[in-house]
C-alpha cells in the first residue's frame, strides 16, 4: 500500500503531470480531487477524456471512466466484483482508487496506445435485431470494414516506426554527440587550465612563439640569400656586358670620338647613380616595412580556441579593410574591377574567409600587375629622361649659339616644358612608391588570411575528428530534415486517423439516430417477417405439390393426348367400317330385293343360268360331234387331198402343153397338125371326185 | 315446360356420328348455334346420335340444315344405344337450293335417351346440320 | 395435334364385259398385285375400299376413301345394276381399245346410269382406255377416246391392266375431284348459315 502510494507520487510528479505533490499531500486528497487526477490521467491516455469533472454528473463520470477502464482491460482487485469497483469509485474510496492509479501509471505507454485503439476498434454494441435493418447491417459491415482498414494502417505505422531508425532516436544520438563535444570541450578547457597553472607558462609560451618566429625568419634569410645570390650573379654579367662595352669603346676610341664616348659612360654613371639613389632605398624601405609588419604579425596571440577567436575578429576587421581597400583602389585605379564579396558577417565561417582570401588575392594580382606596368612606364620614361639630357648636354652649347643666333623664346620655352614634364615625372614617380607600399600590404594580408584560413579549417576539421563525427554538420542537417518529414507524416496519419475517428463517430451517430427510427418498423418488419416465412412455407409447400401434380398432370396428359390420338384413329376407321358395311348391306339388300322377286315368280337368274347352260351343252354336244367326224376321216381326206393335188398338177400342165401347142399353129397358120391324138384322159381321177363329193354330202 | 333438350347447356351430348371434320365436329349440331354446322364427309347414309342427359319425353324435332335429302328419326330408350325404334320413317326434304332448310318434326319419344338421325340421301354430296332441337321434358 | 380429313366417295366403275373392269379395279386396290390370270365374270357387283392420299395446299392431311362399286357388264344383271348405282358420287368408263362396240356401247353405259343418278351432278367422271398394250390391234384411237370424255366433261386415261400403267390416274383424278368439290362445298355451306 505505501509502495502503492509513493510510486504513484513519483510518477505524478514526473512529466507529463509535474503535480509537484507530497506523500502527505497526496494522501489528503479529498475523494473528489482524487476523482480528478484519475480523470487527468485518463486525460492523457486518451483526448477523448479531458473533460472538466464538474462539467458532468458523477454517474456520467463514473460511467465515462468504467467503460474506459474496461476498455484498457483493467480489472478490479480480486475479490471486488465491478458493481463494488464502480460504488467505490463513486464515493471516490482511496482503496479502490490507490490500486487503480497505480497500475494506470506503471503502464502509461501500453495503455496509451490501447486506449488510442480501443477508441477505434471497440464494437459498437447493438441489439441483434438492429442488424435486420438493412441500412444498419449496412453501416456495422462499413464499420467493421472501417476497422480493418484502421489495423491494417496502425500495423503498418507500428512496423514503420520499428523498422528505421526513429527521429527520437536519432534525436537522442545528436544530444549524445553534443554532450560529447561538451565534454570534449571541456576537457581542453581543462587542459588549457592546467597547463596555465604551470608557472613558467608564459615564458615557456613566449619561447615557442619566438622560436617558430625564429625558424620562419631563418627560412626567409635563406630565401634571401639565394636572391642576393642571383643578384650578384645578375651584376657580374652585366659587369662583363660593361668590359665588354668599354672594350668596344676603347676600341672606338682608338678609332676617334674618345670625348661622346666618355659623355655616354658619365650619362650612364649618372642614370646608375639615381638609380642607386632613389630605388634602392625606396626598396630597401620596402622590405623594412614588411619586415616590420611581420614582426607584429608574429608578436599576435598564440594558437587555440582564444586564438581562433581573435583570427576571427582580426579576420573581420581585415575583411573590412580590405573592403575600404577595394573601394579606394576602384576610386584609384578605376579598372580594378570590385569583387562580388558583399557584406558578408564576420562569423560566415571557413567558407567566407577562404572566398575573403580569394578575393584579396584575385586583387593583389590586379594590384601587381598595374604595378609592373607602371614600373615598366617609369622605367621607359627614365630611359627618355636620360637621352633627352644627354642630348640636352650635347645640344647645349650649339643650343646657345643656336639660340643667340635665332630666338632666345624657344629655348625658354623647352625650359619650360622640360620643367613641367619633370614635375610630372617626379609626381608620377611618387604615385608609384606609393602604389608599391599599398601593394605589399595587400600581400601580407592575404598571406596572413590564407594562414588564418588554414588554421580555423584545421581546428573545425580537428574539433570534428575530436568528436568522431566527421560530417557532423552534413548528418545533423539531414536528421533535422528527416525528423520534419517525420513529424510532418506524423500529422497527416493522425489526421488519417481523426478523420476516421470522426467517420466512425458520425456513424454510431447516424445508427443511434436510426436505431430509434427504425425500432418500431422493426418491429413491424419482425412480424411481417414472421408472416412472411409461413406464407413462404406455405408457399413452398403449394408449389412443390402444385409441381407434382403439374407434373402427373402432364404425364396424363399426354396419354390421354396419345389415347385421343388412337381412339380418333379409331372412330376414323369405325366410321370407314361404318361405310364399308354400309356399302356391302346395300349390296345385300339389293341381292335380296332380288331374291324376293324371284320369289314372287319374276325369273330366277338360277333357271336363266340352267337354260344357258343347257344351250351351251348342245352346242358343245354338236361340236364335238362334228371334231370326232373330223378326227376319223382325217387320214383319208388327207390322202384324199394329196391325190387332187397331183391331178391339179397333171391338168394344169396338160392346159399349158396345149397352150403353147395353139400359139404355135398360129404362127404355122395354115399348117397344123391336128392334136387330138395325143389327149390324155384320166377316168380313174373323175370318179374318184364324185366319190368325194359324195362323202361330203353324207 | 318445354326445354331444348338437345343442347349442351342441358347436357345433351352428340356422341356418335359417321362423319368426323375437325373443323366441324357433332357438337356443332347441338350447341345452339346456327352459324356453327356439323358436316357429313362424303357417302350416305350419315347417322348422327344425340345422347340425353337423363330419359326424356320428346314432342318435336326441330331441323336447321343445308343440302339433306331424305332424313329418317330413331329412338332409343336404353341407357346402352342398343336397338332403335322408328319415330319419323325416312321423309325426303325439299331442296333449299344450297339455303338453309328447317323443319319441325312432331314425333313421339315418350321415354328416350337417345335419338338417331340418319341422313340417306342429300341434295349434294355434302350435307350440314346446322342446329337440332329436341323439345321436351326430363322424365322424373 | 391435327387429324387428317377423312373423305369419302362411291365410285361406279362400267363398261361392257370382257373390257377389264375388274381388272383395273383390283389393280388398283392390291396396287398391282392381283391381276387376275384368268378371267372370272363378275356376278353382280365386285365392291372394295381403298384410301387415297390427297396433296393439299396447306400442311393438313387428307384422304379420300373411295368405295368402289364394280358392277357386272353382263346383260343378265342390268336388271339389278342400277340398284348398285344409287348414292354414286363418281364414274368410271371403261372401254377396250381393241373392241370398238364397247367403246360405242359407252353412251349406252351413261344413259343408263343417268337414269339412276344424273351425270352432271357428280363429282367426277373418267373414261379409260384400257389395254393400252394391245395397240396394234387398237380399233378406237386415242382421239376418238378423248373427244368422247370431253363431250362430257370428263376426264380421259389409257390404262393396261395387265401391265398396270395408267391405273392409278384415274382414281387419283377421282380423289383429287372429291377433295376439290369437298372444300367448295364447305364455302358454299359457311355461306348459307352466316
Known amino acids: 500500500m505505501a509502495t502503492e502510494i509513493h510510486v504513484i507520487v513519483e510518477r505524478l510528479n514526473d512529466a507529463p503531470f509535474?503535480?509537484?505533490?507530497?506523500?502527505?499531500?497526496?494522501?489528503?486528497?479529498?475523494?473528489?480531487?482524487?476523482?480528478?487526477i484519475v480523470n487527468l490521467i485518463m486525460g492523457t491516455l486518451s483526448d477523448a477524456h479531458r473533460i472538466d469533472l464538474r462539467d458532468e454528473t458523477p454517474e456520467r463520470t463514473i460511467n465515462r471512466m468504467m467503460d474506459f477502464l474496461r476498455q484498457l482491460n483493467f480489472k478490479p482487485a480480486t475479490g471486488a466484483d465491478a458493481l463494488q469497483f464502480q460504488t467505490a469509485l463513486l464515493q471516490g474510496d482511496p482503496r479502490a482508487i490507490h490500486p487503480m492509479l497505480a497500475w494506470m501509471l506503471v503502464r502509461m505507454p501500453e495503455l496509451k496506445k490501447r486506449a488510442y485503439l480501443a477508441r477505434f476498434l471497440t464494437p459498437v454494441e447493438m441489439p441483434e435485431h438492429m442488424f435486420a435493418d438493412e441500412e444498419v447491417a449496412e453501416l456495422a459491415g462499413h464499420l467493421r470494414e472501417l476497422?480493418?482498414?484502421?489495423?491494417a494502417a496502425h500495423k503498418a505505422v507500428e512496423k514503420a516506426g520499428s523498422a528505421i531508425i526513429s527521429p527520437l532516436e536519432i534525436k537522442k544520438a545528436i544530444v549524445q554527440m553534443e554532450e560529447d563535444r561538451e565534454q570534449l570541450l571541456a576537457k581542453i578547457e581543462a587542459l588549457d587550465n592546467r597547463l596555465r597553472s604551470i608557472d613558467s607558462f608564459t615564458d615557456m609560451l613566449d619561447a615557442i612563439s619566438t622560436l617558430r618566429q625564429e625558424q620562419d625568419e631563418g627560412g626567409r634569410l635563406v630565401q634571401r640569400v639565394a636572391e642576393q645570390r642571383a643578384q650578384l650573379a645578375h651584376a657580374a654579367q652585366s659587369a662583363k656586358a660593361l668590359q665588354a662595352a668599354v672594350r668596344d669603346a676603347?676600341?672606338?676610341?682608338?678609332?676617334?670620338?674618345?670625348?661622346?664616348?666618355?659623355?655616354?659612360?658619365?650619362?650612364?654613371?649618372?642614370?646608375q647613380r639615381a638609380l642607386f639613389e632613389r630605388e634602392l632605398p625606396a626598396n630597401i624601405d620596402d622590405a623594412r616595412q614588411r619586415l616590420a609588419e611581420l614582426e607584429g604579425a608574429l608578436a599576435d596571440g598564440p594558437v587555440g580556441e582564444e586564438a581562433l577567436r581573435e583570427a576571427r575578429a582580426n579576420l573581420a576587421g581585415l575583411q573590412a579593410k580590405a573592403r575600404q581597400l577595394e573601394l579606394a583602389q576602384a576610386a584609384m585605379g578605376g579598372d580594378g574591377g570590385p569583387g562580388p564579396g558583399g557584406a558578408s558577417s564576420a562569423d560566415d565561417g571557413l567558407a567566407m574567409f577562404r572566398q575573403q582570401a580569394a578575393l584579396i588575392s584575385r586583387k593583389h594580382e590586379a594590384v601587381r600587375m598595374r604595378l609592373d606596368a607602371s614600373a615598366a612606364e617609369r622605367d621607359s620614361l627614365e630611359r627618355e629622361l636620360m637621352a633627352k639630357m644627354a642630348a640636352l648636354e650635347e645640344i647645349a652649347p650649339q643650343a646657345r649659339s643656336a639660340a643667340l643666333s635665332t630666338k632666345n623664346d624657344d629655348f625658354k620655352k623647352y625650359a619650360a616644358n622640360l620643367r613641367g614634364k619633370t614635375a610630372q615625372y617626379k609626381k608620377c614617380k611618387a604615385a608609384l612608391a606609393e602604389l608599391r607600399a599599398e601593394y605589399g600590404l595587400l600581400h601580407r594580408t592575404e598571406q596572413l588570411l590564407h594562414v588564418q584560413a588554414r588554421a580555423v579549417g584545421a581546428k573545425l576539421s580537428a574539433v570534428e575528428s575530436a568528436h568522431g563525427i566527421v560530417g557532423y554538420t552534413d548528418v545533423q542537417a539531414g536528421l533535422e530534415k528527416a525528423s520534419e518529414a517525420?513529424?510532418?507524416?506524423?500529422?497527416?496519419?493522425?489526421?488519417?486517423?481523426?478523420?476516421?475517428?470522426?467517420?466512425?463517430?458520425?456513424?454510431?451517430?447516424?445508427?443511434?439516430?436510426?436505431?430509434?427510427?427504425?425500432?418500431?418498423?422493426?418491429?413491424?418488419?419482425?412480424?411481417?417477417?414472421?408472416?412472411?416465412?409461413?406464407?413462404?412455407?406455405?408457399?413452398?409447400?403449394?408449389?412443390?405439390?402444385?409441381?407434382?401434380?403439374?407434373?402427373?398432370l402432364d404425364a396424363e396428359l399426354s396419354k390421354l393426348q396419345e389415347e385421343v390420338g388412337a381412339y380418333e384413329e379409331d372412330?376414323?376407321?369405325?366410321?370407314?367400317?361404318?361405310?364399308?358395311?354400309?356399302?356391302?348391306?346395300q349390296i345385300l339388300d339389293v341381292s335380296a330385293s332380288r331374291a324376293r322377286s324371284e320369289a314372287a315368280g319374276s325369273t330366277r337368274i338360277g333357271d336363266a343360268y340352267a337354260a344357258r347352260m343347257r344351250a351351251q351343252?348342245?352346242?358343245?354336244?354338236?361340236?364335238?360331234a362334228q371334231q370326232r367326224l373330223v378326227k376319223e376321216n382325217h387320214d383319208r381326206n388327207a390322202g384324199q387331198i394329196h391325190l387332187y393335188k397331183d391331178l391339179h398338177r397333171l391338168l394344169k400342165c396338160k392346159v399349158d402343153c396345149q397352150r403353147r401347142e395353139l400359139e404355135a399353129r398360129d404362127n404355122h397358120a395354115l399348117l397344123g397338125a391336128v392334136s387330138g391324138a395325143n389327149v390324155f384322159t384320166m377316168p380313174d381321177a373323175a370318179n374318184r371326185y364324185v366319190d368325194i363329193d359324195g362323202v361330203e354330202h353324207s | 315446360m318445354s326445354d331444348n333438350l338437345a343442347s349442351a347447356e342441358n347436357g345433351g351430348q352428340a356422341l356418335i356420328a359417321t362423319s368426323w371434320d375437325q373443323a366441324h365436329p357433332p357438337e356443332h349440331a347441338i350447341d345452339g348455334d346456327d352459324a356453327t354446322f356439323w358436316v357429313t364427309t362424303g357417302m350416305f347414309p350419315q347417322e348422327l346420335v344425340v345422347t340425353l342427359p337423363a330419359s326424356s319425353a320428346v314432342a318435336r324435332v326441330m331441323l336447321r340444315s343445308v343440302g339433306i335429302r331424305r332424313i329418317s328419326i330413331h329412338a332409343c330408350p336404353t341407357e346402352q344405344p342398343g336397338a332403335y325404334d322408328t319415330v319419323l320413317p325416312e321423309t325426303e326434304i325439299a331442296d333449299g337450293a344450297g339455303s338453309r332448310q328447317s323443319e319441325v318434326f312432331t314425333v313421339k319419344m315418350e321415354a328416350v335417351r337417345h335419338v338417331k338421325l340418319v341422313i340417306h340421301a342429300g341434295w349434294d354430296h355434302f350435307v350440314a346440320v346446322n342446329d337440332i332441337r329436341l323439345d321436351g321434358r326430363k322424365l322424373d | 395435334m391435327v387429324s387428317a380429313l377423312k373423305l369419302r366417295s362411291k365410285v361406279v366403275v362400267l363398261g361392257d364385259s370382257g373390257v377389264g373392269k375388274s381388272a383395273v379395279t383390283q389393280m388398283f386396290h392390291s396396287n398391282g398385285q392381283k391381276f387376275p390370270k384368268n378371267y372370272l365374270m363378275t356376278i353382280g357387283v365386285d365392291?372394295?375400299?381403298?384410301?387415297?392420299?390427297?396433296?393439299?395446299?396447306?400442311?393438313?392431311?387428307?384422304?379420300?376413301?373411295?368405295?368402289?362399286?364394280?358392277?357386272?357388264?353382263?346383260?343378265?344383271?342390268?336388271?339389278m345394276a342400277p340398284h348398285y348405282w344409287e348414292g354414286s358420287a363418281s364414274l368410271i368408263l371403261v372401254y377396250d381399245i381393241t373392241r370398238a362396240e364397247s367403246f360405242h356401247n359407252l353412251a349406252e353405259w351413261l344413259e343408263r346410269i343417268s337414269r339412276v343418278v344424273p351425270v352432271e351432278s357428280m363429282v367426277s367422271g373418267c373414261v379409260v382406255a384400257n389395254k393400252a398394250d394391245l395397240r396394234e390391234r387398237a380399233e378406237i384411237s386415242r382421239e376418238a377416246g378423248e373427244a368422247f370424255a370431253q363431250r362430257y366433261g370428263f376426264a380421259f386415261f389409257e390404262a393396261s391392266a395387265l401391265e398396270h400403267s395408267g391405273i392409278d390416274a384415274p382414281f387419283a383424278h377421282v380423289a383429287a375431284a372429291t377433295h376439290a368439290r369437298y372444300t367448295d362445298s364447305l364455302a358454299k355451306l359457311t355461306a348459307a348459315v352466316s
Not at chain 1, 676610341?253 to 649618372?270: Q, S, T
Not at chain 1, 427510427?517 to 405439390?545: F, G, H, T, V
Open chain 1, 18 to 36: 509535474n503535480l509537484k505533490l507530497t506523500l502527505a499531500s497526496f494522501d489528503e486528497k479529498s475523494p473528489f480531487e482524487l476523482l480528478e
Open chain 1, 147 to 151: 476497422q480493418e482498414q484502421f489495423k
Open chain 1, 250 to 271: 676603347n676600341a672606338q676610341d682608338l678609332r676617334g670620338g674618345g670625348e661622346a664616348l666618355l659623355r655616354a659612360i658619365m650619362g650612364e654613371v649618372e642614370a
Open chain 1, 486 to 552: 517525420k513529424a510532418a507524416a506524423d500529422e497527416s496519419k493522425g489526421q488519417t486517423l481523426e478523420e476516421i475517428a470522426v467517420v466512425v463517430e458520425e456513424i454510431n451517430a447516424q445508427i443511434r439516430a436510426q436505431k430509434g427510427k427504425l425500432a418500431p418498423q422493426i418491429k413491424e418488419l419482425r412480424a411481417l417477417r414472421a408472416q412472411y416465412q409461413e406464407l413462404e412455407a406455405e408457399y413452398i409447400d403449394k408449389k412443390s405439390s402444385y409441381e407434382n401434380t403439374a407434373v402427373g
Open chain 1, 571 to 585: 372412330i376414323a376407321k369405325e366410321e370407314s367400317r361404318y361405310h364399308y358395311l354400309n356399302s356391302l348391306s
Open chain 1, 617 to 624: 351343252e348342245e352346242q358343245t354336244k354338236d361340236l364335238r
Open chain 3, 47 to 79: 365392291f372394295c375400299m381403298k384410301p387415297v392420299p390427297v396433296q393439299v395446299a396447306d400442311e393438313s392431311r387428307a384422304t379420300v376413301e373411295l368405295f368402289v362399286f364394280d358392277t357386272a357388264g353382263q346383260d343378265l344383271f342390268a336388271e
